[in-house]
T-cell receptor, first 114, second 113 residues
Framework: GNSVTQMEGPVTLSEEAFLTINCTYT??????LFWYVQYPGEGLQLLLK?????DKGSNKGFEATYRKETTSFHLEKGSVQVSDSAVYFC?????????????FGKGTRLHILP | DAEITQSPRHKITETGRQVTLACHQT?????MFWYRQDLGHGLRLIHY???????NKGEVSDGYSVSRSNTEDLPLTLESAASSQTSVYFC????????????FGAGTRLSVL
């Protein structure tokens, strides 16, 4: 079945450091891939997405590239800020069977130190 | 602006009581979902609906029920609350198809004592 595996946290970085959060997936079809972010006390919100191989999603300085050959969708940011402290979820949607459910990873908590 | 709202934001109840958590969306989305979030487990799907009168069980549906009588609302009922159901509950909605982005409410923190 479909699944998402992302690196366990917490990840602690200093401000302006480079960020990578790894995500790999297993899917039977051709999934769309997402990164969601959850700030403290809030629900999840979409950060970026990619719908086909080699697509790059980007938003707020974050980027992730859909790599079909390595079944990966790693999240990167060149210079993190304290305000980026949150929980990040990698997710996929595989509508091969007309199923609109989204499969989420377990989340990676990110702490940015000033 | 369209939104999805959950109420209450916080709830304390006793073991054995029936509890209903409300979810209301103004996106006019056909799809609605209920998740619970617990440390170490991430988000787990409880129930979901793809339209009025449609409901489906997720991976952790035991002890929970939903009903969908209109497009806007999907209330989640805990028939007889148990301490294991202490959690943060999130409702989400989506248009589905090629625009399958889920929009989440702010969550309800439920404590069962």
């Amino acid at each position: 079945g479909n699944s998402v595996t992302q690196m366990e946290g917490p990840v602690t970085l200093s401000e302006e450091a480079f960020l990578t959060i790894n995500c790999t997936y297993t899917a039977t079809g051709y999934p769309s891939l997402f990164w969601y972010v959850q700030y403290p006390g809030e629900g999840l919100q979409l950060l970026l997405k990619a719908t086909k191989a080699d697509d790059k999603g980007s938003n707020k300085g974050f980027e992730a590239t859909y790599r079909k050959e390595t079944t990966s969708f790693h999240l990167e940011k060149g210079s993190v800020q304290v305000s980026d402290s949150a929980v990040y979820f990698c997710a996929l949607s595989d509508q091969m069977n007309r199923d609109d459910k989204i499969i989420f990873g377990k989340g990676t908590r990110l702490h940015i130190l000033p | 602006d369209a939104e999805i709202t959950q109420s209450p934001r916080h709830k304390i109840t006793e073991t054995g009581r029936q509890v209903t958590l409300a979810c209301h969306q103004t996106w006019n989305h056909n799809n609605m979902f209920w998740y619970r979030q617990d440390l170490g487990h991430g988000l787990r799907l409880i129930h979901y609906s793809y339209g009025v009168q449609d409901t489906n069980k997720g991976e952790v549906s035991d002890g929970y029920s939903v009903s969908r009588s209109n497009t806007e609302d999907l209330p989640l009922t805990l028939e007889s609350a148990a301490s294991s159901q202490t959690s943060v509950y999130f409702c989400a909605s989506s248009e589905g198809g090629t625009k399958n982005i889920q929009y989440f409410g702010a969550g309800t923190r439920l404590s069962v004592l």
